[in-house]
């Protein structure tokens, strides 16, 4: 059972590293090879994290696109004003409103976080090999 319970820890902690990364990395190429388009504001929503913006634009190729800022800073725009859109030319679902925040608070978190899961996710492979081997062998 103890085996089981580490393996299932290991594997959780393992899952969020990679999603952490793949979001970093994801904000990275945002910033690197986004493409910049114009929007239109449609209206607004508000969560856990803050207020967010829906905004409607097009992307290189012409296609119609919605998406909703999450973490609105500063002043929310009125309902149809322009907004400046940053998107993935290859996967335009991909995008966030400009200018694209700096990654130095995403980077040093993930400086912090990382290693820790990671080391979490390690000492638990290697408890549970350690429990497997002294029951079993």
Same mark, same amino acid.
């Given at each position: ?13 393992? *899952? ?40 409607? *634009? ?80």
């Amino acid at each position: 059972m103890a085996v089981i319970l580490l393996l299932a820890l290991s594997f959780v902690v393992f *899952f969020v590293l990679r999603v952490l990364l793949l979001m970093f990395l994801e904000r990275l190429r945002l910033k690197m090879r986004g493409a910049e388009a114009e929007g239109v504001c449609t209206g607004y929503s508000s969560g856990r994290y803050g207020n967010g913006v829906a905004i409607d *634009f097009e992307d290189r190729d012409g296609r119609a696109r919605h998406m909703v800022s999450h973490s609105w800073r500063g002043v929310l725009p009125e309902v149809g004003s322009r907004v400046t859109v940053v998107h993935l030319p290859r996967s335009p679902e991909v995008s966030d409103v400009a200018p694209i925040r700096s990654l130095v608070p995403n980077a040093l978190y993930l400086a912090v976080a990382l290693p820790a899961l990671a080391a979490v996710g390690a000492s638990g492979i290697l408890l549970a090999i350690h429990v497997v081997r002294g029951v079993w062998f």
